[in-house]
C-alpha cells in the first residue's frame, strides 16, 4: 500500500503523513480543554439521556477532521452535549486518549485500526476486517457501523478510457492491461504487480512511478491507470472513475466510528450509525473537494451535508 494517514499496516504512526494540511481551530494545544460545542437550540435535553459530555476527537489532517464534525454536528442534532478536540495528531495519541476516557468518539478507517491492532491480519472485506476488529479491540472500546464510504487505493481511469475499454472492476481489465501503462507511488509496482497477477490475471504494459502527479497523469494522457485513492478530490475535478475491486486486492477502508462505550448512551449511538448509513464514497470525495479544493470550512460543510442527508 503507498503511504498515507489512513493505509493499513504500513506505519504505525499512520496518520502523523496528513498533519501539515490542518490546524488546530483553537490554533493552541488540541488536548487542552475547550469549551464544550453548543447544542442546537431546537435540540432535547442536553447530553442525552446519560447527560454526559461527548468528547468528539479527530486526526491532523482535512478528511478526518471533515468526518469528526460530521460526528459532532450529528450528534447535537439529537441533543448530546459536545466538545471537540480536532487535530489532534497520530493514531497512537489518539487511541490512548480514547483508551483512557479523555476522547469519546474518533472517525477511524476499519482496515487501517486493524493493521494498527494486528500487523499480520490478512482480512481484506468490509464484514471479515470488522469481525477481525471486535475481537481485537479491548474492553471498554467498540466500533459502530461502518459506512460505505471508503478512503483506499484504487484503480482508476478517466471516463473516457472506462467508457471506451468497456470496464468497471479491475476484473474487466483482464485482456486489455497488456495494452495499458499503469502508474502510481514509486513502490506500487513492486507491492502490487504480482497481486494483480495471482489474483485478476493482469500483466500491465508499462508501470510508471507517477507519485502525487497520478491523478494528472490520466488526464494528460501519460498512463491510462493509476493508483488514485478514491476520497481524491483530483477524482472529481478531472472525472475520473475508480474501478470495483470484487476480489478485495485492496483492503477495505471504511470510515467507522471508534468509541468509548462508557462515555457513549444510545442515543449517541443512534446518530453516530445514521452517519454512517448516509455516507458513500462518492459522497465523501464530493464534500472533500470542498474543503480541499474549494477551501471551505470544514464545519460548514458538515452541516450543509447533515442537512442534505436529514440528520440535522
Known amino acids: 500500500m503507498t503511504p498515507r494517514p489512513v493505509r493499513t499496516a504500513l506505519a504505525v504512526a499512520l496518520l502523523v503523513a496528513g498533519a501539515a494540511a490542518c490546524s488546530s481551530s483553537g490554533g493552541g494545544d488540541p488536548l487542552a480543554a475547550k469549551s464544550p460545542a453548543p447544542a442546537p437550540s431546537t435540540s432535547a435535553s442536553a447530553g442525552g439521556a446519560s447527560g454526559k459530555t461527548v468528547v468528539v476527537g479527530s486526526a ?12 459532532s454536528q450529528a450528534l447535537q442534532a439529537k441533543g448530546v452535549k459536545v466538545e ?3 487535530n489532534i495528531g497520530s493514531r497512537e495519541v ?20 486493524l493493521g494498527y491492532l494486528d500487523a499480520k491480519s490478512t ?8 469481525t477481525e476488529l471486535k475481537a481485537k479491540l479491548p474492553a471498554g472500546l467498540a466500533i459502530l457501523d461502518s459506512a460505505a464510504a471508503e478512503d483506499k487505493d484504487s484503480l482508476t481511469l478517466t471516463q473516457e478510457t472506462a467508457d471506451k475499454l468497456g470496464v468497471k472492476s479491475i476484473a474487466d481489465l483482464a485482456g486489455k492491461a497488456q495494452d495499458l501503462v499503469i502508474g502510481g507511488p514509486p513502490e506500487f509496482k513492486t507491492r502490487r504487480e ?13 508501470w510508471k ?7 494528472n497523469a490520466l488526464k494528460d494522457g501519460g498512463i491510462q491507470v493509476g493508483n488514485v485513492f478514491t476520497t481524491d ?30 462515555g457513549l448512551d444510545a442515543a449517541g449511538t443512534a446518530a453516530l450509525n445514521a452517519v454512517s448509513a448516509k455516507l458513500d464514497t462518492a459522497g465523501l470525495t464530493a464534500l472533500m473537494k470542498r474543503v480541499a479544493v474549494d477551501k471551505e470550512d470544514p464545519s460548514a460543510v458538515a452541516k450543509s451535508w447533515l442537512k442534505s442527508a436529514g440528520l440535522s
Open 209 to 215: 512511478p507517477t507519485g502525487d502527479t497520478t491523478a
Open 233 to 262: 478530490p483530483k477524482i472529481v475535478q478531472l472525472k475520473l472513475v475508480s474501478l470495483d475491486d470484487p476480489k478485495n486486492v485492496f483492503s477495505s477502508q471504511n470510515v467507522t466510528p471508534l468509541v468509548n462505550t462508557a
Open 194 to 206: 504480482q497481486q494483480f497477477k495471482d489474483v485478476y490475471g493482469l500483466t500491465f504494459k508499462e
Open 60 to 71: 491532523n489532517f482535512p478528511e478526518n477532521v471533515l468526518l469528526a464534525s460530521i460526528y
Open 94 to 113: 489518539l487511541y490512548g486518549q480514547l483508551q483512557s476516557g479523555a476522547l469519546t468518539v474518533l472517525p477511524e478507517y476499519n482496515g487501517a485500526l
Open 84 to 86: 471537540e478536540k480536532f
Open 123 to 130: 482480512a481484506t472485506g468490509k464484514d471479515a476486517v470488522n
